[in-house]
C-alpha cells in the first residue's frame, strides 16, 4: 500500500537534469524510484498519472516569518501549500516571539509585530523549552524548523539598551542559544540592521557566534546600501572567527546609487572566503522591492530605547527638529533608505488604526502631496506616532539586474522573507515567492534552468541548514513532493493586488500524505525539523 506516481518528468532536487521515472512512496518516505515501477504487494492507495508534469521535492522555504502565524492563523498552510512550499524555517533575522522573557518583553513584541503578525497573551514563548514542546503538539499542516534569534534573545536579556552585555548578560545569552540547540534549533540569526542587536560589537557577536557551534549562521546584515560591503566584510569575520557557516540573509544591494556595482563588490568578497575555504552563501528573494519597517527609515541616533520613547520625542517639535537634522546628516553604520531611493519609492504596507488603512498601497511622496502635510519626513513623524511605530513598508530598493546577477550563483538559495505582519496589504511575496521564481526567472525570462531553479528552492536550502532526508527525491528520504504543469503552476500576488494566493500546484504529498486540495489545511502532516549532526 502506497502513492505510485507515474510517468512525471522528475527533477530530484540535486540540480541535475530531470529524468523520467514513477515514483513509489509507501509510509512517510520514498521507497523506490525507477521506470515502471508497482507498488509492492497490494495495489497502491493512490496512483497519480504525473505525464507531462514536473515531480520535485516539496520546497523549503529558509526564510519565512511565519514564527507566531503557524499558532495562531487558522489558515496557516494554505498560502504555504498552494506555493509548493512544505517545509519552513523560523525565526530569521534575530526576530522571534521567544524567548518572551524580561521586563521589555512588551516593548519588544510591539516592535516585531510588523514582522510576524499580532503576538497574543499566552503563546507558548517563554523559552526554548516550552516553546519546542509547543512546536511538537501543535499538529502543523507543514514542516517547521527553528533558529534561535540574536534580537529576541538580546531583548530578553537586557532589553533595548545601547550599551554591550556585561559577562552575567552575556552568560544568560549563552545559555539561551544553549537550550535552543538542546530544544532542536537549527542554528543562530541576527538582525544587526535592529535595535537592540544594531549596537553590537563585533566581539560580542562572535561570541555569540561561538556558541552556534556548527548550526549555520544566518545574518540579516547591518546595512545593505552604502555599508553593504563592510556590512559583509563584518560578517565574514565573525563567522570566520566563530568558526561558524554563515548564510547572508536576503542578499541584496539597496539604494539607486549602489545598483550595478555594490552588489559586484560583494560577491568578490563571499567569493574570496570561500575560494579559502570558508562555509558562507547566501539567500534572497525574487521581488526588486523589500519589506520593513518604517522605523528602520530613522537614524539610530533619534531612536529611543523604547517606541513609547520615540513616539513621545517625534511628538514633540523638538523631536521632530531633531530627525530633520539627523536625516541630513551621513551615520557610520546606518543607510539613509529613504534618501537613498527617494520617498516615491517607499510605499506603505500596513498600518493599525483604520483612518489610516487608505495609505497602504500609496508611496509616501504621494500621501504627503494628498494630505498637504508637507514634507515626507513630517508624514513620517505623524505616523510613528498615530501608528505607535507599527507601520510596514515595502522599498523599491534594488535593480532588477543585481536580483538576477544574485540568482545565478551557484550558493544562493531562494527564500521568500514572508511577513506576516502586512493585514491585507502584505509583500505579494507572502502569497506568491515560490511560483513567481519558476514562472518569471525560468519560464519567461530564463535566467536559470528548471533543475538550476528547484535546486535553489529544495536541497540547497536543506544542506546549508543541516536539514537531513528533505529537499531530495531519493529513496529513503522523507516523502514531501510537489506535481504541477509548470505553465499552469504562477504567482497571482503583485505589490497592488498582493494578498492573491498562487495557483496551479496540483499534488501536495506531506511526509507520505496525499493532500486533497479542499482538505489541504486539515492533515497537519508536518512535523519539527530538527539539526542533523
Ligand atoms: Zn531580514
Request: proline share 5%; hydrophobic share 40%; glycine share 10%.
Amino acid at each position: 500500500m502506497g502513492i505510485l506516481i507515474q510517468d512525471g518528468t522528475v527533477y530530484d532536487g540535486s540540480g541535475s537534469p530531470p529524468i523520467e521515472a514513477d515514483i513509489l512512496i509507501e509510509g512517510e518516505r520514498i521507497a523506490a524510484m525507477g521506470a515502471r515501477l508497482t507498488a509492492h504487494g497490494a495495489a497502491p492507495r493512490a496512483t497519480i498519472n504525473a505525464r507531462g508534469r514536473v515531480v520535485c521535492p516539496g520546497f523549503i522555504d529558509i526564510h519565512r516569518h511565519a514564527d507566531v502565524a503557524m499558532f495562531t492563523s487558522a489558515g496557516f498552510g494554505e498560502t504555504e501549500l498552494a506555493q509548493g512550499i512544505t517545509s519552513v524555517v523560523v525565526g530569521n533575522c534575530g526576530i522571534a516571539p521567544v524567548p518572551g522573557a524580561g521586563l521589555a518583553r512588551a516593548e519588544y513584541y510591539r516592535y516585531i509585530e510588523p514582522v510576524v503578525g499580532h503576538i497574543a497573551a499566552g503563546l507558548p514563548f517563554a523559552d526554548y523549552a516550552v516553546y519546542a514542546g509547543a512546536l511538537e503538539r501543535a499538529c502543523l499542516p507543514l514542516n517547521v524548523g527553528f533558529l534561535a534569534a540574536g534580537g529576541a534573545i538580546k531583548t530578553a536579556v537586557k532589553g533595548f539598551a545601547k550599551t554591550p552585555f556585561s559577562a552575567a548578560e552575556m552568560r544568560d545569552a549563552v545559555a539561551y542559544i544553549e537550550q535552543a540547540k538542546e530544544h532542536g534549533a537549527l542554528g543562530l540569526s541576527f538582525g544587526i540592521m535592529y535595535q537592540p542587536e544594531c549596537y553590537s560589537s563585533r566581539e560580542e557577536l562572535t561570541a555569540l557566534a561561538r556558541v552556534a557551534g556548527d548550526g549555520i549562521l544566518c545574518t540579516h546584515i547591518r546595512g545593505e546600501g552604502d555599508s553593504l560591503v563592510s556590512s559583509i566584510e563584518e560578517m565574514l569575520d565573525v563567522a570566520f572567527n566563530a568558526g561558524v557557516p554563515l548564510n547572508i540573509s536576503h542578499f541584496k544591494a539597496s539604494g539607486v546609487r549602489n545598483w550595478r556595482n555594490a552588489i559586484y563588490r560583494a560577491i568578490e568578497r563571499i567569493e574570496a572566503a570561500r575560494n579559502a575555504g570558508q562555509r558562507v552563501g547566501a539567500d534572497f528573494y525574487p521581488y526588486d522591492g523589500g519589506s520593513t519597517t518604517i522605523l528602520s527609515l530613522i537614524p539610530p541616533s533619534v531612536l529611543e530605547e523604547s517606541t513609547v520613547a520615540l513616539v513621545q520625542k517625534l511628538g514633540t517639535s523638538a523631536g521632530r527638529e531633531t530627525l530633520r537634522q539627523e536625516f541630513r546628516k551621513s551615520h557610520a553604520g546606518w543607510d539613509n533608505m529613504a534618501a537613498s531611493i527617494g520617498w516615491e519609492r517607499v510605499i506603505i504596507s500596513s498600518v493599525i488604526n483604520p483612518e489610516c488603512a487608505g495609505y497602504c498601497g500609496k508611496s509616501m511622496k504621494q500621501i504627503a502631496c494628498e494630505n498637504g502635510c508637507g514634507e515626507p519626513l513630517d508624514l513620517l513623524c505623524d505616523l510613528v506616532v498615530s501608528e505607535e511605530g507599527q507601520v510596514g513598508i515595502i522599498v523599491l530598493s534594488m535593480a532588477q539586474e543585481d536580483i538576477d546577477e544574485v540568482a545565478r550563483l551557484p550558493w544562493t538559495a531562494l527564500i521568500s522573507d514572508a511577513l506576516y505582519g502586512g493585514g491585507v496589504h502584505p509583500h505579494p511575496r507572502l502569497h506568491g515567492a515560490f511560483p513567481r521564481f519558476l514562472r518569471e526567472y525560468v519560464r519567461e525570462r530564463k535566467v536559470l534552468t528548471m533543475e538550476q531553479a528547484i535546486h535553489k528552492m529544495t536541497l540547497m536550502g536543506a544542506e546549508r541548514l543541516g536539514i537531513r532526508d528533505r529537499g531530495v527525491l531519493r529513496v529513503g528520504a522523507y516523502a514531501d513532493v510537489l506535481v504541477f504543469d509548470p505553465a499552469c503552476f504562477v504567482d497571482r500576488a503583485g505589490y497592488q493586488h498582493p494578498a492573491q494566493m498562487a495557483v496551479g500546484m496540483e499534488t501536495v504529498i506531506l511526509n507520505g500524505n496525499l493532500l486533497s486540495p479542499n482538505d489541504i489545511n486539515r492533515a497537519k502532516a508536518g512535523q519539527m525539523i530538527f539539526r542533523s549532526s
